[in-house]
């Protein structure tokens, strides 16, 4: 049997037209085919959301770029508030200075006020004080002028803070038009957005007729299984039975094989691929079924694969863990009890 059994996982290994002619036996080729469809269709549109990611970095870089430039701009802004607040400071001290000119100017007229008094008091010296007043007129004139002088270098830095105002104006209308963009830019990627769920949608379905398809494949496993179960019992147990029926314990269980004899009941699931969580689920429905169980019986579980979904080892020490037998299907009447 070991070597009937190497020689046929050989052959489906090695030679292609065996495997696709088995694959024919067991109505699977079909199945295959529409599966490698599906396959082709979900790469496809794994493909297109991969494109789209790379759109939506390309966005994030080209944002990450408009932040940089704002950040430029910050910076301008910052240099040009530090620019306007020295000129404030240069105004500051201009004022101070001329605050200091008018204090001048105020003792000049009480030194004015002080020379009318001596004229008053001395006319003698009537023709000496109108020097006197001469010489503090051209000062006066000089004082005007320099008066007229700052005026002037103030109404140039007045039209400088003009200028820089109307440039900052600009920059604001700079940074509105950026801000559109990134407005704009925030739309497209909504848009991208409600394009990758519908993709996602789309892909949502295409993994429902997936697992359609695997539910149907699981279905055309388990008849295939059923066929030719009844020749293993009858020549493992010596049972003779036509076919094996299903078994609904009061809506609380359900196994998709029943056999009873006067000292024994077999109780099957048949699984297309093998998992530890099908063993626990069939000792939970094994428990059940003991509390209805006829007594004086033994009850022999067992579950018939064609696949191990996980280390083979993992699955016999679990079955073995629960007292659940294993059985591999290799095709037709070829069964073989995994765990001895």
């Not at 067991?26 to 469809?37: E, H, K, P, R």
């Not at 379905?205 to 055309?220: F, I, M, P, Q």
């Not at 019986?297 to 863990?321: H, V």
């Amino acid at each position: 049997m070991s070597n009937l059994k190497d020689e046929l996982l050989r052959l489906l290994r090695e030679d292609e037209s065996f495997r696709m002619e088995v694959l024919r036996i067991l109505g699977i080729m079909d199945v295959n085919v529409a599966l490698s469809q599906l396959t082709d269709s979900v790469n496809k549109l794994t493909k297109s959301i991969e494109d789209l990611r790379e759109e939506v970095r390309k966005l994030w870089e080209e944002n990450h770029r408009i932040w940089e430039e704002i950040s430029k701009l910050r910076e301008e802004n910052r240099k040009i508030w530090e620019e306007i607040q020295k000129m404030r400071e240069d105004i500051r001290e201009l004022r101070e200075e001329n605050h200091k000119i008018w204090e001048e100017i105020r003792k000049l007229r009480e030194e004015n006020q002080k020379i009318w008094e001596e004229l008053r008091k001395l006319r003698e010296e009537n023709q000496r004080m109108w020097e006197e007043m001469g010489k503090l007129r051209e000062e006066n004139q000089k004082i005007w002028e320099e008066i007229h002088k700052l005026r002037e270098e103030n109404q140039k830095i007045w039209e400088e803070i003009k200028k820089l105002r109307e440039e900052v104006n600009k920059l604001w209308e700079e940074n509105h038009k950026i801000w559109e963009e990134i407005r704009k830019i925030w739309e497209e990627i909504h848009g991208l957005r409600k394009s990758h769920e519908d993709l996602t949608r789309i892909v949502k379905g295409v993994l429902k007729d997936l697992g359609g398809l695997s539910r149907t494949v699981g279905k055309l496993v388990e008849q295939n299984i059923r066929h030719y179960l009844p020749a293993w019992i009858r020549e493992t147990y010596g049972i003779t039975v036509d076919r094996v029926r299903r078994l609904k314990v009061n809506n609380i269980a359900e196994f998709d094989g029943y056999v009873e004899t006067e000292d024994k009941v077999l109780l099957m699931e048949i699984k297309t691929t093998l998992r530890t969580r099908d063993i626990k689920d069939m000792t939970e429905k094994i428990e059940k079924y003991r509390a209805q169980a006829p007594s004086g019986k033994t009850i022999i579980p067992m579950i018939i694969y064609t696949i191990e979904g996980e280390g083979p080892e993992k699955l016999i020490n679990t079955a073995k863990l629960h007292g659940i037998m294993l059985i591999k299907h290799y095709g037709e009447y070829e069964f073989e009890l995994i765990n001895q």
